[in-house]
């Protein structure tokens, strides 16, 4: 924490070149708009991604000068386009890779499947630690693994969902209607019952009931292959850029911001 207000105090310079300390301001009011007479400080994070993203427009900016390319340096992402053409090769997923990821993920794939749940929702909130909430819904679940008849009781009195007037119940769903980690959580397996763990979303802890499920129909390999392989392309992509940057950052003069090691588990 130090030493991210430290550099959230220093000026930002690449390899010499220093950033504008309004350039910092305007970055951080985008990503954490602060309420307009609330005396709030800049939040750190915002601050440290603000410093964290005008590096890497201004190390693209200093390579694409260097490869003598001819960009707008106001657009990020046409400049990046521009370097990364040049200097970041990137295979295109073969339809054998797509194909192992097809039989992989058959979930993925799977047209029409509905899920008839109840949940009983620990939410997360400002006010209590996660710890604690995560503890407390586990004791419940345990609990309610004991005594499954249980279920309604509890959601009716410790769930933080609107379907606690109702035992839980969700109805049914579908992948769709869901947020995705939830979705991953409740489909493509065969459970029914109470499951014997917590799914984590967004929201909070989650004790599932699987009342009911109706199977779905598997989309054929052929009429998704082109869109799995853009997908594993356009993966591949993302890491190579990323690695490309951050090699770019370890031969750069940094002052004000600081990346992780080249060789270290962000570019894994």
């Known amino acids: 924490m130090q030493t991210v207000m430290a550099e959230a105090r220093a000026p930002l310079r690449v390899n010499g070149v220093e950033i504008e300390a309004s350039a910092i301001e305007e970055a951080v009011a985008e990503l954490a708009p602060e309420t307009p007479g609330s005396g709030n400080e800049p939040d750190a994070d915002a601050e440290q991604t603000a410093r964290y993203a005008l590096a890497i427009r201004e190390l693209l900016r200093q390579r694409a000068v260097e490869l003598g390319l001819t960009v707008d340096a106001g657009?990020?992402?046409?400049?990046?386009?521009?370097?990364?053409?040049?200097?970041?090769?990137?295979?295109?997923?073969?339809?054998?890779?797509?194909?192992?990821?097809?039989?992989?993920?058959?979930?993925?794939?799977?047209?029409?499947?509905?899920?008839?749940?109840?949940?009983?929702?620990?939410?997360?909130?400002?006010?209590?630690?996660?710890?604690?909430?995560?503890?407390?819904?586990?004791?419940?679940?345990?609990?309610?693994?004991?005594?499954?008849?249980?279920?309604?009781?509890?959601?009716?009195?410790?769930?933080?969902?609107?379907?606690?007037?109702?035992?839980?119940?969700?109805?049914?769903?579908?992948?769709?209607?869901?947020?995705?980690?939830?979705?991953?959580?409740?489909?493509?397996?065969?459970?029914?019952?109470?499951?014997?763990?917590?799914?984590?979303?967004?929201?909070?802890?989650?004790?599932?009931r699987i009342d009911h499920r109706v199977p779905g129909t598997l989309i054929p390999f052929e009429a998704v292959h082109d869109d799995i392989a853009t997908m594993l392309t356009e993966q591949v992509r993302l890491r190579a850029t990323r690695q490309y940057v951050l090699l770019l950052a370890a031969q750069a003069d940094l002052e004000g911001v600081t990346f992780a090691p080249a060789d270290g588990p962000l570019v894994q």
């Open 75 to 208: 657009r990020l992402d046409a400049l990046a386009d521009a370097v990364f053409a040049r200097e970041v090769a990137t295979p295109v997923a073969t339809a054998q890779e797509a194909r192992r990821y097809y039989d992989q993920h058959p979930e993925r794939f799977t047209s029409g499947e509905l899920v008839h749940a109840s949940h009983i929702l620990f939410a997360v909130t400002g006010r209590a630690p996660l710890a604690l909430m995560r503890a407390k819904a586990e004791e419940t679940l345990n609990g309610i693994l004991q005594n499954p008849d249980q279920f309604e009781g509890m959601a009716r009195e410790c769930s933080n969902c609107p379907s606690a007037q109702v035992g839980g119940s969700l109805g049914q769903l579908d992948r769709e209607s869901v947020v995705p980690e939830f979705a991953q959580g409740i489909f493509g397996t065969s459970e029914t019952g109470v499951l014997p763990r917590l799914i984590k979303t967004r929201f909070g802890f989650h004790l599932v």
